[in-house]
């Protein structure tokens, strides 16, 4: 569970509590607006959403980490340009469309940059594009440059939320994470959803604080964090053109403190992931892995990452089924392609706390399968059913608690070890990927 | 598509080709048994099939190529010991529990053995043992010794029907390959559904010849044809701790002509490993990526399996979507993570022989995507609906065609290639693998 361990009964707790999360940091606006276009290569009518974060200033002392898919979208490359720009002043995001390799899309995303900037008073090098959703399409472009004015004019410096609302594609509900440190605070917002492993996902996270950090500290203070936090899970195995996590600091409040600050940019990173994966693509259970013993930090974050990426196993987890059979295939199929002569024989492996298999056998009765069964059952967000077509949409929009299917693998042979968060596969994964009614 | 391109309209007429493809090669007979017990560690009956694969004089001319996982099913670690054996007189085969990681599962595999051996006149070193189903549970030893007379009496050397049928779990019907070689034959039978990459899977595979080939040349013949069929397709990108590849020669025939039994071999290989992915669980679509201009095969090899898991894109294919954009996201996954510095700025992407990626940019219009929808079309086997309850239940339980969604993707930086055969990721291989109805 997060660091929280929060029990939302419905919708409206969960959106109150948010509200709660959301106020701005000191020198932060964010404005949002929705309109209408048509794609040029699928002609049916969508809609888009613009996201604008602002500085009041702006500011040298921004972060950002970017994906490692080798076709990176245009805004990944004009935001690596970015980092040598001597300060930031804004932001923009937009979903629907991501502009990866779409014929002129890094030219297209600078005349927006430039668009946005002439609205601002910035230069166009002091605007970082953003954009999720469908790759390969085109950005509909004028009707961005049209749209501009209205999200501009609802700029306001109150609350996070419109924005946390305004980059998400198919996740059920905004995610926010905050902290306070000293007197100022960090800020988060992310979307996530599908298309997310390892390095950055279809997540585009945008972290705000008045603390005032400089730029190569918050540069190697984002690094740790992102490697400990969104780095760590996987809803599928994907890995998205156009994953971003951006951190701007308005430098409004001294930071006295900044082992308080890394530790709170640490844990707000570590529950935001947390949330991201909660509210994957038909996500019905989080699954935490916890690798120890393990010769290395790096054989223990594959292990986990081929625990949670057997499909197998994570559709026995979505039916609430203990297969620890097809767990311990995991690790061995693992161990036998990637980690050759890696000693199995003393691996302990426990679900839930009970122990399955120590020293190369399982240890299973039936009074342990009734207890994982309950362990699996505790932690599921939601039961699923189709509707009459037999299309599966999640039942809820907001997470009912914060629990997780806990499994522990101690490979007894070194120091070494890693947490990694993943989730089921379900029904609802596949009616969001495979299905469509429009 | 497989070498035969077939269609069959119903169960019936493929029923009827299979039985046309099953005549046992000189020197074989094949006996099957069925028996309901109760597992120890889930205490509801079952059903177990014993299959008898028997030699009419134990041969020095076998081959076997087992599973990398590194926790192997006892029975593997039984055969590969068969391998330094001077003759082999039998495979024994139950289906319904994999004895993997079971407390003295090694004993109970070589007691057994020894059961059929005493039945058949053998010494139990001549008895191949292999087991597929559960992983983690206890064979019902006492059960199993107590039916294998039942098996013994059945043995019959006319047709390798009964074993095809014997031998399968979740397999929707049985797979038969053969090929003529002079006065001689290879038949081929398999079973596979779920677990299946890479380097072999929850897949057992037996190849019956009566062409006299020597050992030593056997074991050669069988890893080369190996690596270019049965390593080269992923259902679900898990490894099962149970797979087994196993060639038997009686020697009945004098083989004149070892390119001709060769190429055979192979051919053979290749159609049962593709029907081994057709009849993977709950596929609707298989595919195969033809990788070419690559630097050298492990990275054609290794791109294209990257194509065929990548979950976002296999769901796509799911709903007959072209989603190329998910397909290039894959590519550039793997590039990114596990290929870095491999150049694809000039590669080219076709699905059906349509271009659809070159240059570095999408190459799409909407008369593309309607051709690229026929193409998915074509090539599905089955549309499906859910039951009352939302179970998936694939509705046919035979090959409609051999038809395959062709994704060719030429890099243009060298002259190695590699093809690789996947599925779609569907309802049916969650509700085979999630939902229970007990």
């Known amino acids: 569970m997060s660091s929280t361990n929060l029990t939302f009964p419905d919708a409206a707790t969960h959106r109150a509590w948010l509200a709660g999360q959301a106020a701005l940091p000191a020198g932060f606006r964010v404005g949002t607006t929705r309109f209408n276009f048509t794609p040029q290569e699928a002609?049916?009518?969508?809609?888009?959403?613009?996201?604008?974060?602002?500085?009041?200033?702006?500011?040298?002392?921004?972060?950002?980490?970017?994906t490692r898919n080798a076709f990176p979208g245009a805004p990944i490359i004009v935001g690596r340009r970015r980092l040598g720009e001597p300060t930031l002043g804004a932001i923009l995001v937009n979903n629907k469309i991501s502009n990866v390799c779409?014929?002129?899309?890094?030219?297209?995303?600078?005349?927006?940059?430039?668009?946005?900037?002439?609205?601002?008073?910035?230069?166009?090098?002091?605007?970082?594009?953003?954009?999720?959703?469908?790759?390969?399409?085109?950005?509909?472009?004028?009707?961005?440059?049209?749209?501009?004015?209205?999200?501009?004019?609802?700029?306001?410096?109150?609350?996070?939320?419109?924005a946390a609302e305004g980059i998400v594609t198919t996740d059920l509900y905004p995610k926010i994470r905050r902290a306070?440190?000293?007197?100022?605070?960090?800020?988060?917002?992310?979307?996530?959803?599908?298309?997310?492993?390892?390095?950055?996902?279809?997540?585009?996270?945008?972290?705000?604080?008045?603390?005032?950090?400089?730029?190569?500290?918050?540069?190697?203070?984002?690094?740790?964090?992102v490697a400990s936090s969104f780095n760590t899970i996987s809803i599928d195995s994907d890995m998205s053109t156009s994953d971003t996590v951006a951190l701007l600091s308005s430098g409004k409040v001294p930071c006295s403190d900044l082992a308080a600050f890394?530790?709170?940019?640490?844990?707000?990173?570590?529950?935001?992931?947390?949330?991201?994966?909660?509210?994957?693509?038909?996500?019905?259970?989080?699954?935490?892995?916890?690798?120890?013993?393990?010769?290395?930090?790096?054989?223990?974050?594959?292990?986990?990452?081929?625990?949670?990426?057997?499909?197998?196993?994570?559709c026995a987890v979505a039916g609430n089924d203990p297969n620890v059979g097809r767990l311990v295939q995991a690790i061995g199929k693992y161990a036998g392609k990637d980690a050759p002569g890696l000693d199995l024989s003393h691996l302990r492996a426990s679900i839930g706390g009970i122990e399955i298999f120590a020293d190369g056998v399982f240890r299973l009765d039936p009074a342990k399968?009734?207890?994982?069964?309950?362990?699996?059952?505790?932690?599921?967000?939601?039961?699923?059913?189709?509707?009459?077509?037999?299309?599966?949409?999640?039942?809820?929009r907001f997470p009912a608690h914060e629990r997780t299917v806990e499994i522990a693998v101690d490979l007894a042979l070194g120091n070494a070890g890693a947490t990694v968060l993943g989730a089921d596969l379900t029904h609802e994964y596949v009616s969001e990927n495979a299905d469509y009614r429009s």
Request: proline share 8%; net charge negative.
């Open 102 to 162: 779409a014929p002129g899309g890094v030219e297209t995303a600078e005349r927006i940059c430039a668009g946005a900037a002439r609205l601002l008073g910035l230069e166009p090098e002091q605007v970082l594009p953003s954009s999720t959703g469908v790759i390969g399409w085109r950005l509909p472009e004028p009707a961005i440059l049209a749209a501009l004015p209205a999200a501009v004019a609802t700029l306001d410096n109150t609350s996070v939320l419109p």
């Open 43 to 66: 002609p049916k009518p969508a809609s888009m959403t613009l996201t604008l974060i602002t500085l009041d200033a702006p500011t040298p002392d921004f972060a950002a980490v970017f």
């Open 369 to 396: 399968e009734t207890a994982l069964v309950a362990h699996l059952r505790t932690a599921e967000l939601y039961a699923s059913a189709p509707d009459a077509t037999g299309f599966f949409a999640p039942p809820v």
């Open 262 to 314: 890394e530790a709170a940019l640490g844990l707000v990173c570590r529950d935001l992931a947390e949330d991201i994966v909660r509210n994957g693509e038909g996500v019905h259970h989080v699954v935490r892995v916890a690798v120890t013993g393990a010769p290395d930090t790096a054989t223990a974050q594959a292990l986990g990452k081929a625990i949670i990426n057997a499909p197998l196993f994570k």
């Open 180 to 225: 306070a440190v000293g007197a100022g605070s960090i800020v988060a917002i992310g979307k996530g959803a599908g298309m997310i492993e390892p390095n950055l996902a279809t997540m585009l996270v945008y972290i705000l604080t008045d603390l005032a950090v400089p730029r190569d500290t918050l540069r190697t203070l984002l690094a740790g964090a």
